[in-house]
């Protein structure tokens, strides 16, 4: 079914059973996929030691739903410094050369 099926189907969430597998839920919203982006220096560490160093490196975050910018980034690996953090765990390095900041 379309996105735009979808939101002329009044019974649309009528359709979606989700009773056999309870790792599957319900679409309520029909959005862009996007990815958040944290702005760092070329060449700088990853490593977010402490709360403090997480939150400022959340600060340097931008979220895009650009399609060839989604694609690009969901095709890479996440940092393994930040796979730990709940914060930062599903975010993505934008690294930037010194001349464009």
């Not at 989700?18 to 790792?23: A, C, L, P, S």
């Amino acid at each position: 079914m379309k996105a735009n099926d979808c939101l002329n189907d009044s019974d649309y969430l009528g359709i979606l059973s989700n009773d056999f597998d309870d790792e599957k839920v319900i679409v309520t919203r029909l959005t862009r996929p996007r990815v958040t982006l944290i702005v760092l220096e070329e060449g700088k560490s990853l490593a977010a030691g402490s709360r403090e160093a997480e939150r400022m490196l959340y600060a340097r975050s931008v979220t895009t739903d650009n399609r060839r910018t989604v694609e690009y980034f969901n095709s890479q690996p996440q940092p393994v410094e930040w796979q730990e953090s709940p914060l930062l765990r599903n975010f993505w390095p934008l690294f930037i050369r010194e001349e464009f900041q």
